[in-house]
């Protein structure tokens, strides 16, 4: 009987899934220009696991827990903001991080949501690079006399 009240315990413990330590995350951080954030500080409060971004606003954690993790990037000693990742059970999870620009961040110390003023601070660099093409080019075109209409 003993025999197989051990048989019956180790068929058990085979059959039940294994701790889930294996998941990896990576990714790149970004700031508000899409341009890699070298140096930027990574990291994953709740497991206190830190990285820093390469040259490339590369990071990477290995042997997570499965499950959904939040990420934190610290850019200065006041600057953080954070994301969060599902990392799998076996294999890798890819979490890009884009950073709202400091502007959109002020509005959102307002009370503005920050993706609507990241949003109206890129449209009003859009108008401010047209508005200056439409200006180089008049004063590149040829000059024409005003007409005098004093009399």
């Given at each position: 009987?003993?025999?197989?009240?051990?048989?019956?315990?180790?068929?058990?413990?085979?059959?039940?899934?294994?701790?889930?330590?294996?998941?990896?995350?990576?990714?790149?951080?970004?700031?508000?220009?899409?341009?890699?954030?070298?140096?930027?500080?990574?990291?994953?409060?709740?497991?206190?696991?830190?990285?820093?971004?390469?040259?490339?606003?590369?990071?990477?954690?290995?042997?997570?827990?499965?499950?959904?993790?939040?990420?934190?990037?610290?850019?200065?000693?006041?600057?953080?903001?954070?994301?969060?990742?599902?990392?799998?059970?076996?294999?890798?999870?890819?979490?890009?991080?884009?950073?709202?620009s400091s502007?959109?961040?002020?509005?959102?110390?307002?009370?503005?949501n920050?993706?609507?003023?990241?949003?109206?601070?890129?449209?009003?660099?859009?108008a401010?690079?047209?508005?200056?093409?439409?200006?180089?080019?008049?004063?590149?075109?040829?000059?024409?006399?005003?007409?005098?209409?004093?009399?």
């Amino acid at each position: 009987m003993n025999r197989i009240a051990i048989l019956a315990s180790a068929l058990a413990l085979s059959i039940m899934p294994a701790a889930a330590h294996a998941g990896d995350l990576s990714g790149t951080v970004r700031d508000s220009a899409a341009q890699p954030v070298a140096g930027a500080q990574v990291s994953i409060p709740a497991l206190g696991a830190v990285t820093t971004t390469d040259a490339d606003g590369n990071y990477s954690f290995s042997g997570l827990d499965a499950g959904t993790h939040r990420i934190a990037v610290d850019l200065a000693a006041d600057v953080r903001q954070h994301a969060s990742a599902s990392v799998p059970e076996t294999g890798e999870a890819v979490r890009n991080i884009f950073l709202y620009s400091s502007a959109a961040l002020d509005h959102a110390r307002d009370g503005l949501n920050p993706v609507e003023a990241m949003l109206a601070e890129a449209l009003m660099a859009q108008a401010w690079e047209e508005a200056s093409e439409m200006t180089t080019r008049a004063m590149a075109s040829d000059a024409r006399p005003v007409p005098d209409f004093a009399g």
